[in-house]
């Protein structure tokens, strides 16, 4: 059986994006290693550390820059995390400036928000109806 252990995200500023998937989304440093300009970091769920890496990817090559703004452009988000309580991130995170261009809005089976990560990418955030689990 396969898993998820491993998914990307472009960013323009591997440090800036660092300060932010830590201490605005609160997840937690996992890997943190260079070799010459070539620079490995990767963040996970503060809950589960050991669960799903997600890599901040220098998007120093042409064709994930283009990918990156144009999704951008065209208000898609590059990455979607789950939360138990949106309202409650909603208001840490906001807190933590962050600049959400959607508040929490209900949708179909969910509540979802958008926000900036200030490294190229909008990221949704999405509470599941109770019953959905």
Request: glycine share 6%; charged share 20%.
């Amino acid at each position: 059986m396969m898993k998820i252990k491993l998914t990307s995200v472009f960013v323009d500023d591997q440090e800036k994006a660092l300060r932010f998937y830590t201490e605005v989304l609160g997840f937690v440093k996992k890997a943190d290693f260079s070799q010459g300009p070539f620079r490995w970091l990767t963040v996970a769920s503060a809950e589960e550390p050991e669960g799903t890496e997600l890599q901040l990817a220098l998007n120093n090559n042409p064709a994930a820059k283009t990918y990156q703004d144009a999704i951008f452009q065209q208000g898609q988000p590059a990455a979607n995390f789950f939360t138990s309580d949106i309202e409650a991130d909603h208001a840490r995170m906001k807190a933590s400036g962050a600049e959400f261009t959607m508040p929490p809005t209900d949708v179909k089976y969910a509540k979802i928000a958008m926000l900036n990560d200030t490294c190229g990418n909008l990221i949704q955030v999405t509470q599941l109806a109770s019953w959905q689990g």
